[in-house]
């Protein structure tokens, strides 16, 4: 791993809209990064909605990303292929990704409830059965996009890297990958160590998403290397592995853009420093 590697997601600013994405933009680059991960999550970070955004809209971002000297490595997309339109809308977001230069979209599972109570047995397993249904559409889609797809260590089926294998095992494709991301198994387990479950997966992880953690406050948003997360090992991990994709920054940042700017430039120093 190199500090080439090292690139930011537009969510670790507070103001999730097309018109503040030029700024997200900015900060990332300022801070001294070089790739970009473009949030594209209804209700969640709409820096980039295919749905809602126009052809111009799109063309600009790919002028705001050479002005900045910034790649897009990722489109952050949805968790959405537990529902009916989530085939349709995760396509667009490949669409997307082939426009602004990039072969990847990330996604993930979906929430272990149906609505606010637990899945039946029964109904956890229609509600599978869906998913690796719709899975496999997007995948299909994706292939003939050169585009490859992601599922996030994130919730319901692969909270942790462990819990990936069993889906890894179904899909069997090289098209589909998992986006680790090294402070969500904390959120669930705070005695949890990121880089022994990465080892489950090396070898499937297209992208790495690096969040920290603070067992003290789990809600904060803090720098990297102020937490929980061993980093310097997690890289190890990865670098004996040949990973060679996308590390962007997720889950860092403050309430204001300034304060997100501040993080992100302590981030880097700390990153760069342990890559070397």
């Not at 949805?78 to 995760?90: Q, Y």
């Not at 990039?102 to 029964?122: C, I, K």
Request: proline share 5%; charged share 25%; aromatic share 8%.
């Amino acid at each position: 791993m190199t500090p080439n590697q090292l690139g930011c997601t537009t969510l670790c600013y507070p103001v999730r809209q097309y018109d503040r994405l030029k700024r997200a933009l900015e900060g990332i680059a300022k801070a001294g990064f070089r790739g970009v991960g473009i949030t594209s999550v209804g209700g969640f970070g709409e820096h980039l909605m295919p749905e809602r955004q126009t052809a111009a809209e799109i063309e600009a971002v790919r002028g705001w990303l050479a002005e900045y000297n910034l790649t897009c490595t990722c489109i952050v997309g949805p968790h959405c292929l537990n529902s009916e339109d989530g085939v349709a809308r995760f396509k667009r977001r490949i669409d997307l990704a082939v426009t602004l230069g990039t072969d990847l979209v990330e996604g993930g599972t979906f929430w272990p409830f149906n609505g606010r109570l637990p899945y039946s047995e029964s109904e956890w397993r229609r509600a599978t059965d869906l998913f690796y249904y719709r899975l496999g559409r997007a995948a299909e889609y994706a292939a003939s996009k050169g585009v490859r797809i992601t599922v996030e260590t994130h919730t319901g089926l692969t909270h942790t890297g462990e819990q990936c294998l069993p889906l890894l095992e179904r899909v069997d494709t090289d098209v589909v990958g998992i986006t680790y991301d090294t402070g969500n198994i904390l959120h669930r387990d705070p005695s949890a160590k990121p880089e022994e479950d990465i080892r489950h997966v090396l070898g499937h992880v297209f992208s790495l998403h690096v969040k920290d953690y603070d067992p003290k406050d789990p809600r904060a948003r803090p720098a990297i290397g102020q937490g929980a997360v061993n980093f310097p090992a997690v890289f190890e991990q990865l670098r004996r592995s040949g990973f060679s994709g996308p590390v962007n920054l997720e889950g860092v940042g403050g309430d204001t853009e300034e304060a997100s700017d501040e993080k992100l430039r302590e981030s880097y120093a700390y990153l760069k420093s342990i890559l070397g």
